[in-house]
């Protein structure tokens, strides 16, 4: 079976520092990960994939990932933090064969950036 | 906005009840997905529709059932209710359902089971 782990309930940073959300996956087969916010009372907002070729992916409002099939992560990132990407961010990963072709969740990881 | 829409956006009723969630997919998306989220199991996913008939089905219980019309919307029936029901219950759509495609969720219908 499939499955996402994040393994921070909670990360801080300071408004203007770097950020990374953590994201490990298994699945068999090839991998194809996401990356979701969610703000309170809203629904998940889709932020970027990976389905193949760069491992660097690019999103929306500046943010990014970097795929390492190695060390099966996928990790979240931005270079300059802002009080506005406070959220609640979703990893999930989707492969594998039969139901656990669907999309599967991560815990999620509360952030938080500090003014 | 993700262009998928939900109603109701909140729900209380009672234990033992049936309620209908609704949902209405993005233009052009034929593929329906609804999901549940809880505090104690997290985003589990529940069952997806594409174009009308049942692709695949997660983690949904038998008194819960679902189906997807012509114009493509989406309704998620909750039946003999109990208080563990109580959770935010999405609903995203596809363009087609592949494993690369993007899903875009609604804005949920959060229900309380008394």
């Known amino acids: 079976a499939q499955s996402v782990a994040q393994p921070e309930d909670q990360v801080n940073v300071a408004e203007g520092n770097p950020l990374t959300v953590k994201c490990t996956y298994s699945?068999?087969?090839?991998?194809?990960l996401f990356w979701y916010v969610q703000y309170p009372n809203r629904g998940l907002q889709f932020l970027l994939k990976?389905?193949?070729?760069?491992?660097l992916v690019k999103g929306s409002y500046g943010f990014e990932a970097e795929f390492n099939k190695s060390q099966t992560s996928f990790h979240l990132k931005k270079p300059s933090a802002l009080v506005s990407d406070s959220a609640l961010y979703f990893c999930?990963?989707?492969?594998?064969?039969?139901?656990?072709?669907?999309?599967?969740f991560g815990s999620g990881t509360q952030l938080t950036v500090l003014p | 906005d993700s262009g998928v829409t939900q109603t109701p956006k909140h729900l209380i009723t009672a234990t033992g009840q049936r309620v209908t969630l609704r949902c209405s997919p993005r233009s052009g998306d034929l593929s329906v997905y609804w999901y549940q989220q809880s505090l104690d199991q997290g985003l589990q996913f529940l069952i997806q529709?594409?174009?009308?008939?049942?692709?695949a089905k997660g983690n949904i219980l038998e008194r819960f059932s679902a189906q997807q019309f012509p114009d493509l919307h989406s309704e998620l029936n909750l039946s003999s209710l109990e208080l563990g029901d109580s959770a935010l219950y999405f609903c995203a759509s596809s363009v087609q359902g592949h494993l690369t495609d993007t899903q875009y969720f609604g804005p949920g219908t959060r229900l309380t089971v008394l």
């Open positions: 990976y389905i193949t070729g760069d491992n």
């Open positions: 999930a990963v989707r492969g594998g064969s039969g139901s656990a072709r669907q999309l599967t």
């Open positions: 529709y594409y174009n009308g008939e049942e692709r």
């Open positions: 699945v068999s087969g090839n991998p194809y």
